[in-house]
């Protein structure tokens, strides 16, 4: 559909051109004219959220689990700055949404005008790019190359701005097709590094695949060649929390999450390899621990495909700036050209066997208190062959989340890890499964992060979704108290949940089902009661209340100093760890 | 396969086996940045700046294009070599920004700034500053009986070393526009 129509007609119709079937949003005085057209159609499915920071992150939960991008509507001012922590989080994380926001009319911006706020202006730094649109004529192309920003290289939020009165205004729209925009990011690498990688991984004998979010971001295709690669070279292979599911946890090299709460055979490989392939991931300092002490004896290859990513924390020997998908393809195409074989790696898989031998995880379980960590392989059991998508909130339940649930496949774990965003969760989880209705989603949550955006049960039973939330109650700030335990010679400054309400009944206020548990020999047939019920469940699991999270590295360590078990924690974070989050 | 030394909870293998990590020596670079001349760019270079904690020696901006929408950052910042290289890779992740140009690092290049000096004083003072600003082929803008405005043109250094020269003299007040800077020779 060419020609001319309103601005509001347009954000409708370059929604539809783009593919998008679910935008999640609220309406407000700004947004009116798009609300209408939204009214006048049915292609685009809405989901009117309970808060606007619950539409930006059901758009990351609706993105990271379809690779396709998420969209949220919100007005001017209120609206807009209720968006802020979800496109930070977005931004962190390289998730691509894409925000549309009403703004003042152009002939009042800049005077105070009602519910006007600079919303380019505090956007600038959470967003990839934002746009603030003056005219109606440009408001196709930039709709249109919105979206291809999102997408392409890093992904990443970005936030188009639309003033009221460019709504009503008619323009010229412009097909998909014909967008114009200079944005092309490099995605191919240097093949000269690529073969200098082969052969380092030709004389290895104690390699590590480091992989993260970006095999995530690159698409299924980038976890496929992972898995070729990895069983072609014989690798093991550790992953960030963000890049959980792009190669299997059922695979044969596979070490587990490492970083501050990883696997202790996953962060001593690290520490003692002497190749290191870091693929799409970004020496987070939850990861790198003590900087000049990470990895002394590795050659680090770094392949990203944003430049700034190599060479910010850890200096790369190989740095490949490209996508994930296309390097994998390229090293495999040499790799086999030449006819590479590795070296003999037997030695470093024993002693890698030796490390997990450790058991790590090992908690003392009780036949009196459901253990969050029991708990949680309890729901692995029961689900893990079903087709499943796990959300989580921000804290020990997601770090253990991460420690103890399987992946198989990418895009079915969403995890807020760069922001570390208490709330996210529960949202996230209401935009998974309107993308996939007929999956089983569940968020893993602590009380305390679900209380943060619990009005989304209101969205949750509105549109019948059957979320299951997973509440893991320890009635504290769970990881907050760890540190003040372990940093703060346990002086617990505000890290209860006081005054927590009765979760059955909160369920059933909103017609949802509450289900209650507090005995571990409950578990399985509570657990399975939620499984059977067809709509939205809050499962209030009465966990330990005391129970630290290992293995831990304290901050400023080096890996191989990890704290595993009940071990003494006395003095094991220093001063100089204090100051580090 | 050589032996592997490392046991838990062992730093003898860490902290103390360092490989050769980033360069700790400040370096001065001048960048260009070529960028579309839209509302905003400079905001979101200067927010970079800013945000990520770099530093700002000198900035200017001008368009250089009207037809193409161009316009020309130029920015002095000072840096570790690995700080530079962060600035460089950052700046390039902006939209707008089309090219980024090292001109330190890119071969020889021409520096030039312009300043304005306000000199008030009288007698032996007054004739002092008008025979150096002479030497430094300053010219004069503005005259009074008891001030001169100069005009002067030259890299950074030269305006520095002409307002340590001044400054005794009854410098009151200095305006600069900041670095222009291009490459030298015909690419
Ligand atoms: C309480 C808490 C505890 C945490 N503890 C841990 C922990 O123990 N272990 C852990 O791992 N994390 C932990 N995290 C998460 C951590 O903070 C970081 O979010 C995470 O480590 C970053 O993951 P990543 O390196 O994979 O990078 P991401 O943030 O996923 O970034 C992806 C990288 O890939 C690149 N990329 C994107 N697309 C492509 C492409 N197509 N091709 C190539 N490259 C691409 C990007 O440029 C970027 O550099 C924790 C978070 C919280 C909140
Ligand atoms: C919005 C926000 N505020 C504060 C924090 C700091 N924080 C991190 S974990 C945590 C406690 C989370 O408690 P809960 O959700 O109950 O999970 P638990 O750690 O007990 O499993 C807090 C307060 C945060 N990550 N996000």
Redesign the pocket.
């Known amino acids: 559909m060419d020609g001319q129509m309103t601005g509001a007609k347009m954000v409708v119709q370059a929604l539809k051109d783009q593919g998008v079937d679910v935008v999640f949003g609220y309406p407000g005085g700004a947004v009116l004219p798009i609300y209408d057209e939204i009214h006048q159609q049915n292609d685009i499915h809405h989901v009117l959220v309970r808060h606007e920071q619950g539409a930006v992150h059901a758009a990351e939960g609706y993105a990271r689990s379809t690779g396709k991008p998420g969209v949220a509507i919100v007005t001017s001012g209120p609206g807009a700055t209720n968006a802020v922590t979800g496109l930070t989080d977005a931004l962190m994380d390289s998730i691509p949404i894409i925000v549309i926001s009403g703004q003042a009319p152009t002939f009042m911006i800049g005077t105070d005008a009602f519910q006007e706020a600079d919303t380019v202006g505090i956007t600038r730094p959470c967003t990839k790019h934002n746009w603030l649109i003056k005219d109606t004529d440009r408001l196709a192309n930039t709709l249109h190359e919105a979206f291809h920003v999102a997408m392409s290289g890093r992904p990443g939020p970005v936030l188009v701005d639309i003033p009221k009165d460019v709504q009503f205004a008619t323009g010229g729209y412009v097909q998909r097709t014909d967008m114009k925009t200079h944005y092309a990011p490099p995605t191919l690498g240097d093949a000269a590094s690529i073969e200098q990688l082969v052969t380092a991984i030709e004389t290895s004998e104690r390699p590590v695949l480091y992989t993260g979010g970006g095999v995530i971001n690159s698409g299924p295709e980038a976890s496929r060649l992972l898995r070729e690669f990895v069983a072609e070279t014989n690798m093991p292979i550790t992953s960030t929390l963000m890049g959980l599911g792009a190669y299997p946890a059922s695979g044969e090299r596979w070490l587990g999450m490492l970083g501050m709460h990883g696997l202790y055979e996953a962060n001593m490989a690290m520490h003692g390899s002497d190749l290191m392939i870091c693929l799409g991931a970004r020496f987070d300092d939850r990861i790198t621990g003590r900087v000049d002490a990470f990895s002394p004896g590795s050659t680090k290859a770094h392949i990203d495909i944003d430049p700034s990513s190599i060479n910010k924390v850890i200096r790369a020997d190989i740095p490949i700036v490209g996508d994930i998908a296309m390097v994998l393809a390229e090293v495999l195409r040499v790799w086999r050209e030449r006819g590479s074989k590795t070296a003999d790696h037997s030695a470093w898989l024993d002693q890698i066997a030796k490390w997990k031998a450790k058991n790590c995880l090992r908690y003392t379980d009780s036949k009196t208190t459901i253990k969050p960590q029991y708990a949680l392989q309890r729901l692995e059991a029961l689900t893990k062959d079903r087709d499943r998508y796990i959300t989580t909130?921000?804290?020990?339940?997601q770090m253990w989340a991460a420690q103890f649930l399987g992946f198989e496949e990418p895009n079915r774990w969403m995890t807020s890890g760069g922001l570390?965003?208490?709330?996210y969760g529960f949202p996230a989880s209401v935009g998974v499964q309107m993308a996939h209705p007929d999956s089983l989603v569940i968020n893993v949550?602590?009380?305390?992060?679900?209380l943060?955006n619990m009005q989304e049960m209101g969205t949750a039973v509105q549109y019948r979704l059957p979320v299951k939330q997973f509440i893991?109650n320890?009635e504290?700030?769970?990881?907050?108290r760890q540190w003040q335990e372990l940093l703060h010679n346990s002086r617990y400054s505000q890290s209860w949940?006081e005054a927590l309400p009765d979760f059955v009944k909160l369920a059933e206020a909103f017609g949802a089902k509450g289900i209650l548990c507090k005995d571990p020999a409950d578990l399985d047939d509570a657990i399975m009661e939620m499984l059977d019920y067809d709509g939205p469940v809050i499962f209030d699991c009465l966990v330990e209340k005391h129970e630290n999270c290992f293995p831990m590295i304290p901050s400023g360590k080096p890996h191989n100093e990890m704290l595993i078990g009940e071990v003494a924690t006395e003095q094991a974070i220093e001063a100089g760890g204090a100051v580090l989050v | 396969m050589a032996q592997l030394k490392i046991e838990q909870g062992s730093t003898s293998h860490s902290a103390y086996n360092l490989r050769p990590s980033f360069s700790d020596v400040e370096e001065r670079h001048t960048l260009a940045v070529l960028v579309e001349n839209e509302p905003g760019v400079l905001a979101r270079v200067i927010g970079l700046f800013s945000g990520r904690g770099y530093n700002i020696e000198s900035l200017t901006v001008a368009e250089i294009d009207h037809t193409g929408h161009r316009s020309r950052i130029t920015i002095v910042t000072t840096g570790t070599p690995q700080v530079i290289a962060q600035i460089k890779a950052q700046l390039g992740r902006i939209v707008p920004v089309h090219e980024v140009h090292d001109l330190t690092e890119e071969g020889r290049s021409v520096e030039r700034e312009l300043a304005l000096f306000k000199v008030r004083g009288q007698g032996d003072k007054r004739v002092e500053a008008l025979r150096l600003a002479d030497i430094f082929r300053a010219s004069v803008v503005d005259t009074t009986l008891e001030s001169f405005v100069f005009e002067i043109t030259g890299t950074p250094e030269k305006i520095d070393a002409f307002a340590d020269l001044m400054r005794p003299l009854g410098l009151v007040e200095v305006a600069r526009t900041g670095v222009a800077a291009l490459s030298r020779g015909a690419a």
Request: no cysteine; charged share 10%; proline share 0%.
């Open positions: 909130e921000v804290g020990q339940h570390g965003t208490m709330g949550a602590g009380e305390a992060s679900w943060m893991l320890n504290r700030l769970g990881m907050v949940s």
